[in-house]
């Protein structure tokens, strides 16, 4: 599910706890060595991100949080952050070409561009997080 997160909104917020469960707090995420990815380069979208991300001029970049239950990509456009709401098992990850990986979830899907080494590693954290939760 796609939801602005740009504003204290509580009844986004418990829908969002409400699926992928509260954040982590601070002792957990120290123990997990961070639950927060580096940027991405977002190379492809279906047509409703794409129609957000042409509102702007900007470098088309996203992050992903973890959650317990699920994963948060998050990007901007204009002044407004978005946020692309993943349950673990709605979940389809795939790698394409060398660097390039695809996240699918019902109709919205993100490719994302992973250069760097540590990149790469929060994907394989990512994927044994899904597999264990």
């Known amino acids: 599910m796609l939801r602005n997160v740009s504003y204290n909104n509580s009844i986004i917020k418990?829908?969002?706890n409400d699926l992928?469960?509260?954040?982590?707090?601070?002792?957990?995420?120290?123990?997990?060595?961070?639950?927060?990815?580096?940027?991405?380069?977002?190379?492809?979208?279906?047509?409703?991100?794409?129609?957000?991300?042409?509102?702007?001029n900007n470098t088309n970049q996203c992050n992903i949080e973890l959650r317990p239950k699920g994963i948060i990509i998050s990007f901007r456009s204009?002044?407004?952050?978005?946020?692309?709401?993943?349950?673990?098992?709605?979940?389809?990850?795939?790698k394409g070409q060398s660097n390039v990986y695809s996240?699918?979830?019902?109709?919205?899907?993100?490719?994302?561009?992973?250069?760097k080494k540590n990149e790469h590693e929060f994907i394989k954290k990512l994927?044994?997080?899904?597999?264990?939760?």
Do not use: M
Not at 78 to 94: A, S
Not at 127 to 133: G, L, R, V, Y
């Open 14 to 16: 418990s829908e969002i």
């Open 20 to 56: 992928l469960g509260k954040p982590f707090t601070i002792f957990e995420r120290i123990k997990l060595g961070g639950v927060g990815s580096p940027k991405y380069f977002i190379l492809q979208t279906d047509i409703k991100i794409t129609n957000l991300l042409n509102l702007d």
């Open 78 to 94: 204009l002044l407004e952050t978005y946020g692309l709401v993943i349950p673990y098992y709605k979940l389809k990850l795939f």
């Open 103 to 115: 996240i699918y979830i019902d109709e919205y899907f993100i490719k994302i561009l992973a250069n």
């Open 127 to 133: 994927n044994k997080f899904k597999s264990t939760n």
